[in-house]
Antibody, heavy 121, light 114 residues
Framework: QVQLVQSGAEVKKPGASVKVSCKAS????????MHWVRQAPGQGLEWMGIINPSGGSTSYAQKFQGRVTMTRDTSTSTVYMELSSLRSEDTAVYYCARGRDMVQGACPGYWGQGTLVTVSS | DIVMTQSPDSLAVSLGERATINCKSS????????????LAWYQQKPGQPPKLLIY???TRESGVPDRFSGSGSGTDFTLTISSLQAEDVAVYYC??????????FGPGTKVDIK
């Protein structure tokens, strides 16, 4: 079965960077796009970007352009999301989510458990 | 970017009664070449990741109870829970995944028991 296991909670200081991992199993890693979505405490879902694990191409929401980098390691079936220049407003649960179908235009169908990133001085 | 709105912000429905949530997109998410609406619905319970309920606006995901249904086309969509159960208490989000990213979410609708 499809499983997405994310790295553990992080506490970072303002201005630092954080790198969250998402290890996939139960399917062909390179066949499905991976989304990243975040959720601030008590708030709604915010789509951050998408990566094609096959070639590594990415597309980011404009809000995060210049601060976010999504990468993948096909040898370990893991995708990464790195967010830099952290500020308090970046405190959130970060989710990876696999596309339901094998195309970019597929909604997230399977979700990781989430990684809480806390930004605090 | 496509902006998604939802109404109401919250609603309380008696057990066994119907719950209806509306979602509107700022531009059409109907792709004319395949006649598909790139609109999904998710359910999120506290402390859990979202769960996909409906995709292509009206296709129920495997394992989702048939009391959940989606309808609509173009810019206006509806999620209906035909007979609310206690386990349906959650926040519901719509999301468009039309064409070029970003794939924006609606702000969410909280459903409670009256």
């Amino acid at each position: 079965q499809v499983q997405l296991v994310q790295s553990g909670a992080e506490v970072k200081k303002p201005g630092a960077s954080v790198k969250v991992s998402c290890k996939a199993s139960g399917y062909t890693f390179t066949s499905y796009y991976m989304h990243w979505v975040r959720q601030a405490p008590g708030q709604g879902l915010e789509w951050m970007g998408i990566i094609n694990p096959s070639g590594g191409s990415t597309s980011y929401a404009q809000k995060f352009q210049g601060r976010v980098t999504m990468t993948r390691d096909t040898s370990t079936s893991t995708v990464y999301m790195e967010l830099s220049s952290l500020r308090s407003e970046d405190t959130a649960v970060y989710y990876c989510a696999r596309g339901r179908d094998m195309v970019q235009g597929a909604c997230p169908g399977y979700w990781g458990q989430g990684t809480l990133v806390t930004v605090s001085s | 970017d496509i902006v998604m709105t939802q109404s109401p912000d919250s609603l309380a429905v008696s057990l066994g009664e119907r719950a209806t949530i509306n979602c509107k997109s700022s531009q059409s998410v109907l792709y004319s070449s395949n006649n598909k609406n790139y609109l999904a619905w998710y359910q999120q319970k506290p402390g859990q990741p979202p769960k996909l309920l409906i995709y292509w606006a009206s296709t129920r995901e495997s394992g989702v109870p048939d009391r959940f249904s989606g309808s609509g086309s173009g810019t206006d969509f509806t999620l209906t829970i035909s007979s609310l159960q206690a386990e349906d208490v959650a926040v519901y989000y719509c999301q468009q995944y039309y064409s070029t990213p970003p794939f924006t979410f609606g702000p969410g609708t909280k459903v409670d028991i009256k």
